[in-house]
C-alpha cells in the first residue's frame, strides 16, 4: 500500500511559477513509476507528466512541454512538478499517482492517487 501526499498547489497569476510536491510512504518507492495528472472543472482528468522509478526518464503531454519539469528523489520518497510560465489553462486540481513497475500516460494504470491540491492561475 502506497500514500501519496501532495502539496504546493495555489494561487499564481500567469507567467508565474509553483512547485507541486507529492510525498509517498512505503520502503519500495523506487520501483513505482509516478504521474501527474489533472482535472479542471467540468473535464476529464488528463495526463500531464510521468517519470520511471529509478532511471528517471521522463514523458510530457504537448501541452506542459517546456514548461513543466518532473522530477524524484528515492532517498526522500517525493516526486517533485516545476511549473513554470503557468497559463489561465493551467487551472486544475492536480493528483500524483503512483504505478508499481510501471510508467504510463493512461490513468487507468495507477493503482494509487493523493486527494489533489489545487492551482490556479489568474489572467
Known amino acids: 500500500q502506497v500514500q501519496l501526499v501532495e502539496s504546493g498547489g495555489g494561487l499564481v497569476q500567469a507567467g508565474g511559477s509553483l512547485r507541486l510536491s507529492c510525498a509517498a510512504s512505503?520502503?519500495?518507492?523506487?520501483?513505482?513509476?509516478m504521474g501527474w495528472f489533472r482535472q479542471a472543472p467540468g473535464k476529464e482528468r488528463e495526463f500531464v507528466t510521468a517519470i520511471t522509478g529509478s532511471s528517471g526518464r521522463t514523458y510530457y503531454a504537448d501541452s506542459v512541454k517546456g514548461r513543466f519539469t518532473i522530477s524524484r528523489d528515492n532517498a526522500k520518497n517525493t516526486v517533485y512538478l516545476q511549473m513554470n510560465s503557468l497559463k489561465p489553462e493551467d487551472t486544475a486540481v492536480y493528483y500524483c499517482?503512483?504505478?508499481?513497475?510501471?510508467?504510463?500516460?493512461?490513468?487507468?494504470?495507477?493503482?494509487?492517487w493523493g486527494q489533489g491540491t489545487q492551482v490556479t492561475v489568474s489572467s
Open positions: 499517482a503512483a504505478c508499481r513497475y510501471c510508467t504510463s500516460n493512461s490513468r487507468d494504470e495507477y493503482h494509487y
Open positions: 512505503g520502503r519500495t518507492f523506487s520501483s513505482y513509476g
